[in-house]
């Protein structure tokens, strides 16, 4: 296996093309890698094939449809159980840092390079630590936090210190690109469709998962379409009317239930998060912050460790509203200390 040469994830897009340029640059071997799946348009390909022969680089597809399956079952099987999954953590861990590891590992590559915007901190002592990228409101590193440290080593983020305003704009002026820039979608498989009706058509009876809209106090305010149709903290389109605006305040899939209830009634304060995927200890589990969506401000927190693999997550303002099955990130300072998703509390 060749340290020198590097595989370049390469989608097609402007991060990606702009991060194998930058390598090339520097004089670096590169190999050019994109997936080829179902819903992946074919011009996305062609763009990608177009930066290789630019750059004088080898291309190569990697089929990562049947891994892609999980991640759609898992997205589907979510919203169906009353959680608000997050398939682009997912996809990095399984995907991007695992499968395309080890596909680029066949080519005599050691390290991955991707487009996120996002740091890697590499101590003296060998420790790697994932940092917030320069680009404030495009950092990335949230979408990376479930995927375990050690496939880090092996990784580049040639983006890290870049806006993405400068990559457009470098882009542009270097002329190897002459493609429109157009903004990657939040759910890629998804296409042009919504994501509800993506789910239902891919459920057997649509009516299995409609029922009632109900107040907090217990009292019927309507009737909704489907389970799937709704996420914690949702105001728009909840289809009802009440004397003060209504949020949902919980999804009860075994009884097809809709709970929603006045913005007073449904901020946290205290949470669980599960499924924690570990980066390193902080000195001390106090004055930390959380991130609960991406581009949302971190909120200010301390965190008390319930298991390894659980964590209580202690807001210091109760203004938020923590989505089951999201993705929590926690931060001291630019560093991300661990990862996990947001757990859904028993039904009464």
């Known amino acids: 296996m060749d340290r020198e040469r590097i595989a370049v994830a390469l989608s097609g897009g402007v991060d990606s093309a702009y991060s194998a340029y930058l390598l090339k640059k520097e004089g670096k071997e590169l190999v050019g890698v994109t997936f080829k799946l179902s819903f992946f348009k074919e011009e996305n ?4 094939q177009y930066v290789c022969n630019f750059l004088g680089i080898p291309h190569h597809l990697i089929d990562v449809n049947q891994e892609f399956k999980n991640i759609i079952d898992y997205f589907v099987s979510s919203y169906l159980d009353g959680l608000t999954p997050n398939p682009c953590a997912l996809c990095n861990q399984i995907i991007k840092f695992g499968k395309l590891l080890d596909y680029i590992r066949m080519l005599g590559c050691y390290y991955l390079a991707t487009g996120h915007y996002c740091r890697l901190i590499k101590t003296e002592k060998g420790e790697i630590y994932l940092a917030k990228g320069r680009s404030m409101f495009k950092s990335q590193e949230y979408f990376l936090a479930l995927t375990p440290k050690e496939k880090f080593n092996s990784v580049i983020f040639p983006l ?121 200890p902080p000195s001390n589990y106090r004055n930390l912050r959380v991130k609960l969506r991406y581009n949302s401000y971190s909120l200010p927190c301390d965190i008390e460790i319930s298991s390894h693999n659980r964590i209580l997550c202690i807001l210091k303002d109760k203004r938020e509203i923590p989505a089951p099955g999201q993705l929590a990130v926690f931060y001291d300072r630019d560093l991300v200390v661990a990862g996990g998703l947001i757990e859904k509390e028993s039904a009464s």
């Open 45 to 48: 390909i062609r763009k990608a």
């Open 160 to 280: 890290g210190d870049y806006t993405k305003e400068e990559v457009k704009r470098n882009i542009q002026k270097e002329g190897f690109y002459p493609f429109p820039i157009e903004e990657s979608k939040e759910v890629c498989f998804i296409g042009n469709s919504t994501y509800k009706d993506f789910i239902r058509k891919r459920i057997l009876r649509d009516g299995d998962y409609s029922g009632q809209i109900k107040h907090h106090n217990g009292k019927v305010l309507g009737t909704h379409q489907g389970v799937y149709f709704f996420t914690y903290g949702q105001r728009e389109g909840l289809g009802v009317s009440w004397r003060k605006p209504l949020y949902v305040m919980d999804i009860l899939p075994s009884k097809r239930e809709v709970i929603v209830g006045e913005r007073e009634f449904i901020l946290k304060e205290r949470f669980f998060v599960n499924h924690i995927n570990w980066f390193y």
